[in-house]
C-alpha cells in the first residue's frame, strides 16, 4: 500500500501540472474530516441527497424493480456512514424483502464502523462488508447471478474526468448482468455562490481535509511538507459544472520525500491538483452513458433540484 501511495504521489508530482489523486484523503483523520463536511451548513450534497432517500423512499424501491419474495444484493460503493441507506435498509426490512447489503469501501475503518453502527440501530439486516477495490468486488460477486441493485452516491462520480467516467461505468456494467440497477447520486450544475461555499466553509474543515494530504505524506511516506507554506485554493467554474481543489505554495520551496528518494521544487502560486467535483446536467449525463451499458430509467430530485439521484437500468 505505502509503495503504490509513493509511486502515485511522485507521478503526480514529477508532472508539469502536479497532481494527487483525492483517494489519499481518506486515512483515518481524513475519514473523520469528510464526516465533519457531510455535516456542514454549506455542504448542500448531503442533504440534498438525504432529503431524496427519505422523503422519496418507496418511490426508489419501486424503482429497483425488485419483489420481496426474490432475493437480491444491494452493493454500496463508498458506503462511508451509511446515513443515506440506512433509509432505504429500513424500508426494505420492514417491507419484508429479502436481501443481503453489502458495503464496499477501500477503508476498513470506515466499514468496520458501519458495521457496528448498524447492527446497533438495524440489527434485523444482513451486512456483510466487503473491504476493497471496487471491481475486484464486484468481480467476485458476478457469479452469484442474483439480481443486483448498486448504490454509488454522494456524487461521487463526479470525482473522475467525463471519460474516465465513461470507463468507470462501462466497467461497472461489465461486472452486472442485463436487468440489474445502479442508483447513481450526481450534483447538478448550480450558481457558484451555493457551490463554493461547500468547498470553502467558514470553519476551515474543507481547508483542513485538503491539508491532510500534506500531513499524510509527511507521515506516512517522510515527506518535508512545511503545511504551513500551502494554502487550500478551491475553484469552480459555473458554465461547465467543474469545481476543483488545489494546494498552492505560498512560496518557492523545495520537498523532499524520503519513500521516493527525490526532492520536488515548487514555485510560489504553483498549484496541486487534489480533486475535481463535477456537476452535471441531464445532457452531460446522457453522453457519458452512450458508450456504456447503462440507460436512464427514472430521476429523483430534492425540492431545490440541486441533486440528483438517477436509476440506471443495465442494458
Known amino acids: 500500500m505505502l509503495e503504490q501511495f509513493a509511486k502515485d504521489v511522485d507521478e503526480g508530482l514529477s508532472q508539469p501540472k502536479k497532481e494527487l489523486s483525492s483517494k ?31 422523503e422519496q423512499t418507496q418511490d426508489l424501491i419501486n424503482a429497483f424493480s ?14 462511508g456512514d451509511g ?20 458495503p464496499v469501501d477501500i477503508s476498513k475503518n470506515v ?28 468481480q467476485s460477486l458476478k457469479n452469484s447471478h442474483h439480481p443486483k441493485v448498486v448504490l454509488f452516491l454522494g456524487s461521487n462520480i463526479g470525482n473522475m474526468s467525463d471519460e474516465t467516467a465513461t470507463d468507470f461505468l462501462y466497467q461497472l456494467g461489465a461486472n452486472l448482468q442485463a436487468g440489474d440497477k445502479l442508483l447513481l447520486g450526481a450534483d447538478l450544475i448550480k450558481p457558484a455562490e ?29 515527506a518535508s511538507f512545511d503545511v504551513d507554506a500551502f494554502e487550500h485554493a478551491p475553484e469552480y467554474n459555473e458554465t461547465n459544472g467543474v469545481a476543483k481543489s488545489f494546494l498552492k505554495s505560498k512560496r518557492d520551496q523545495h520537498v523532499a520525500i524520503n519513500a521516493t ?13 487534489t480533486e475535481t467535483s463535477r456537476k452535471y446536467n441531464d445532457e452531460i449525463l446522457l453522453d457519458i452513458l452512450k458508450n456504456t451499458d447503462f440507460t436512464i430509467a427514472h430521476k429523483f430530485t430534492d425540492r431545490k433540484q440541486y441533486f440528483a439521484d438517477y436509476i440506471l437500468n443495465r442494458e
Open 24 to 54: 489519499y484523503f481518506y486515512n483515518k483523520k481524513g475519514d473523520a474530516l469528510f464526516m465533519e463536511i457531510m455535516k456542514m451548513p454549506e455542504y448542500y450534497l448531503t442533504r440534498s441527497e438525504m432529503e431524496i432517500f427519505t
Open 66 to 79: 425488485v419483489t420481496p419474495s426474490n432475493y437480491f444484493e444491494l452493493i454500496e460503493l463508498g458506503a
Open 83 to 102: 446515513s443515506k441507506t440506512r433509509k432505504l435498509l429500513a424500508a426494505l426490512s420492514d417491507q419484508g424483502y429479502q436481501y443481503d447489503y453489502m
Open 111 to 138: 466499514l468496520d464502523l458501519l458495521e457496528d453502527s448498524l447492527q446497533k440501530d438495524l440489527p434485523q439486516v444482513s451486512v456483510k462488508p466487503k473491504h476493497g477495490d471496487y471491481f475486484e468486488i464486484l
Open 194 to 222: 451555493v457551490v463554493m461555499p461547500a468547498y470553502d466553509d467558514k470553519q476551515g474543515i474543507t481547508r483542513e481535509f485538503n491539508i491532510n494530504l500534506l500531513h499524510r505524506m509527511n507521515n506516512e511516506l517522510e
Open 261 to 273: 528518494g527525490k526532492v520536488y521544487q515548487f514555485t510560489a502560486g504553483e498549484k496541486i491538483h
